[in-house]
């Protein structure tokens, strides 16, 4: 298994755009970089990339401070320009083969995604003026508008449902000729057609790309939307990096960027993601380990062969004899029944809990659930038992935790 090397060169572009930037300017003058991380850059934030050019667009409004979106892992402060991850995602929008017909007619877009993604479009557009929770505060431009309100979309109350549909209605009817794009957290969007059933628009096509998505999910979208639906990859830091077809094949969008996979020794070519991007001009990101982890094709450490992104790197399980990701435990929950909806494996030693819920509210018979916790521990070397539950709570974030320890 062939690691990446400690330090490496960089093409022109890269060291011309980070050598009067102070975190790079020793490597940059050397041509020599070592792989970095989310601490390595809080250590000396901001201190170390306020360069003159960088304050001037801090006091101009052309860049600003932002947090990323920490879910299950650690948050750190970024300098980026406003609406920096929006421009990408409209960029592959736009350009992607399948759906991209749908960005040129101007339909406009639809976010059913986090509260905390609602609550930060409100915050800035307080401007606007009214209560966070008015309409008017909730479109993050002229295209896009938020639509959920609540933590839990488990426990939306019908009265949430048929506003988020009746707000949907009217985008879609007034702005994009009863048109919509949905944009979307895969499993607020499953909640959003378990709630509203029939009532629920058929969008124009749908993105999701909030979060690793269960294949049953993700199936379940495709079967009930009705239109095209793919993934995007990416982060707030660095923007997407990749995007799926209608498929669930990958493909590169790395303007500006390097990609390069640091394999995990003991895993199943487990790989960690190492990318290099001077696509954010105030704060390049040079072979900075993501944190997200992938699956190639052929288990080598190929960026062009990647398969798919399994998971975060500090939310990998490890036990004795086994090395085991958010992906492959998903393979086990998919090959079980299609019907299992929300999963969390709380481990406890040696032994693990598997709850589960389905999309029909319906427990697995005996058989499968046997099945279910027999795989469950194959793949984990610990003893795991399956167990229905009527709900799984979501995380503070609006996301879920599929592992607890």
């Given at each position: 298994?062939?690691?990446?090397?400690?330090?490496?060169?960089?093409?022109?572009?890269?060291?011309?755009?980070?050598?009067?930037?102070?975190?790079?300017?020793?490597?940059?003058?050397?041509?020599?970089?070592?792989?970095?991380?989310?601490?390595?850059?809080?250590?000396?934030?901001p201190?170390?990339?306020?360069?003159?050019?960088?304050?001037?667009?801090?006091?101009?409004?052309?860049a600003?401070?932002?947090?990323?979106?920490?879910?299950?892992h650690?948050?750190?402060?970024?300098?980026?320009?406003?609406?920096?991850?929006?421009?990408?995602?409209?960029?592959?929008?736009?350009?992607?083969?399948?759906?991209?017909?749908?960005?040129?007619?101007g339909?406009?877009?639809?976010?059913?995604?986090?509260?905390?993604?609602?609550d930060?479009?409100?915050?800035?557009?307080?401007?606007?003026?009214?209560?966070?929770?008015?309409?008017?505060r909730?479109?993050?431009?002229?295209?896009?508008f938020?639509?959920?309100?609540?933590?839990?979309?488990?426990?939306?109350?019908?009265?949430?449902?048929?506003?988020?549909?009746?707000?949907?209605?009217?985008?879609?009817?007034?702005?994009?000729?009863?048109?919509?794009?949905?944009?979307?957290?895969?499993?607020?969007?499953?909640?959003?057609?378990?709630?509203?059933?029939?009532?629920?628009?058929?969008p124009?096509?749908?993105?999701?790309?909030?979060?690793?998505?269960?294949?049953?999910?993700?199936?379940?979208?495709?079967e009930?939307?009705?239109?095209?639906?793919?993934?995007?990859?990416?982060?707030?830091?660095?923007?997407?990096?990749?995007?799926?077809?209608?498929?669930?094949?990958?493909?590169?969008?790395l303007?500006?960027?390097?990609?390069?996979?640091?394999?995990?020794?003991?895993?199943?070519?487990?790989?960690?993601?190492?990318?290099?991007?001077?696509?954010?001009?105030?704060?390049?990101?040079?072979?900075?380990?993501?944190?997200?982890?992938?699956?190639?094709?052929?288990?080598?450490?190929?960026?062009?062969?990647?398969?798919?992104?399994?998971?975060?790197?500090?939310?990998?399980?490890v036990?004795?004899?086994?090395?085991?990701?958010q992906?492959?435990?998903?393979?086990?929950?998919?090959?079980?029944?299609?019907?299992?909806?929300?999963?969390?494996?709380?481990?406890?030693?040696?032994?693990?809990?598997?709850?589960?819920?389905?999309?029909?509210?319906?427990?697995?018979?005996?058989?499968?659930?046997?099945?279910?916790?027999?795989?469950?521990?194959?793949?984990?070397?610990?003893?795991?038992?399956?167990?229905?539950?009527?709900?799984?709570?979501?995380?503070?974030?609006?996301?879920?935790?599929?592992?607890?320890?």
């Amino acid at each position: 298994m062939d690691t990446l090397p400690a330090v490496r060169p960089l093409p022109d572009a890269f060291v011309d755009a980070t050598r009067d930037i102070p975190f790079y300017r020793d490597q940059a003058a050397a041509n020599s970089f070592p792989i970095i991380t989310k601490a390595d850059l809080a250590h000396t934030f901001p201190e170390s990339f306020l360069t003159p050019d960088v304050r001037q667009a801090l006091d101009s409004g052309a860049a600003q401070y932002v947090w990323s979106t920490g879910t299950n892992h650690a948050r750190m402060q970024l300098i980026r320009p406003p609406l920096f991850l929006l421009k990408t995602y409209y960029a592959v929008w736009r350009d992607h083969p399948q759906i991209g017909d749908t960005f040129a007619a101007g339909v406009p877009r639809v976010s059913v995604t986090t509260r905390l993604a609602t609550d930060h479009v409100a915050r800035v557009n307080e401007f606007a003026g009214g209560e966070p929770a008015d309409p008017v505060r909730r479109w993050l431009d002229e295209r896009t508008f938020y639509v959920n309100q609540d933590l839990d979309p488990a426990h939306w109350s019908a009265e949430a449902v048929d506003r988020m549909l009746a707000e949907i209605d009217l985008v879609r009817h007034e702005t994009g000729d009863g048109r919509y794009h949905l944009d979307c957290s895969s499993y607020h969007a499953a909640h959003l057609l378990l709630a509203g059933g029939e009532r629920v628009p058929r969008p124009a096509s749908a993105i999701h790309g909030y979060e690793f998505t269960p294949r049953n999910v993700r199936r379940f979208l495709v079967e009930r939307l009705g239109c095209p639906v793919v993934e995007l990859f990416g982060s707030t830091e660095l923007g997407y990096l990749y995007y799926g077809d209608t498929d669930g094949r990958y493909y590169p969008h790395l303007r500006e960027m390097q990609v390069e996979l640091q394999p995990i020794p003991g895993s199943r070519g487990i790989h960690s993601l190492v990318v290099s991007s001077i696509r954010n001009p105030y704060m390049p990101l040079l072979r900075y380990n993501t944190g997200d982890c992938v699956h190639t094709h052929d288990g080598s450490a190929d960026p062009n062969r990647i398969a798919r992104f399994c998971g975060r790197e500090k939310e990998l399980l490890v036990s004795d004899g086994a090395i085991t990701s958010q992906a492959e435990l998903d393979d086990v929950v998919n090959a079980t029944d299609p019907r299992i909806f929300v999963y969390q494996l709380r481990v406890h030693g040696s032994e693990a809990l598997l709850g589960y819920t389905t999309f029909d509210g319906a427990p697995l018979d005996r058989a499968a659930t046997k099945a279910l916790a027999t795989a469950a521990s194959d793949l984990t070397r610990l003893g795991v038992t399956a167990i229905h539950e009527s709900h799984i709570p979501i995380g503070p974030s609006g996301k879920y935790a599929w592992l607890v320890r």
